[in-house]
């Protein structure tokens, strides 16, 4: 995952999902979508992002990461019909979309800027879940 972000970052010449996002050509849309946060969605070989506007932009950022995770990583699903529509379990590819938005978030950061600082504060400081940030550091 690690590699798969830094070729991303060096293609784009930027670590912040947005600008990625841009680079990429992937539309994104921000829109009331109640209580979701987002989702990624392919129609007629566009890519689309869709984030909640009910959610912070601190947190934004992370969901746009997130959605860009399945973009790279699962191209061709459609997260919000593969879970309404099969019987199968999407927890795999969340897993991995989280493991790609934790690596590209934590990459906007030098090692110096987090040194001293405990996973909880890290957590705080990217808005990044303890979990994944404990799967990147082991």
């Known amino acids: 995952m690690k590699e798969v972000v830094r070729q991303l970052i ?3 010449d930027s670590s ?8 990429l ?13 987002g989702f990624y969605t392919k129609k007629r070989r566009e890519q689309f992002i869709v984030i909640s506007t009910r959610i912070e932009l ?10 860009l995770g399945h973009a790279i990583l ?5 997260t919000p019909f593969y879970t309404e529509h099969t019987w199968l379990s999407n927890d795999k590819f969340e897993y991995q979309a989280n493991l790609f ?7 906007s950061f030098s090692p110096e800027e987090l040194e001293g600082f405990g996973v909880e504060q890290i957590a705080i400081l990217t808005g990044l ?9 082991r």
């Open 10 to 12: 060096q293609r784009c």
């Open 16 to 23: 912040d999902p947005f600008q990625i996002v841009d680079c």
């Open 25 to 37: 050509g992937i539309h994104t849309l921000f829109c009331d979508i109640g209580t979701i946060r």
């Open 58 to 67: 601190f947190r934004q950022r992370v969901v746009c990461a997130h959605e």
């Open 74 to 78: 699962h191209p061709d699903l459609c």
């Open 101 to 107: 938005a934790t690596e590209l978030i934590l990459s």
């Open 129 to 137: 879940p303890v979990r994944y940030l404990l799967d990147i550091i």
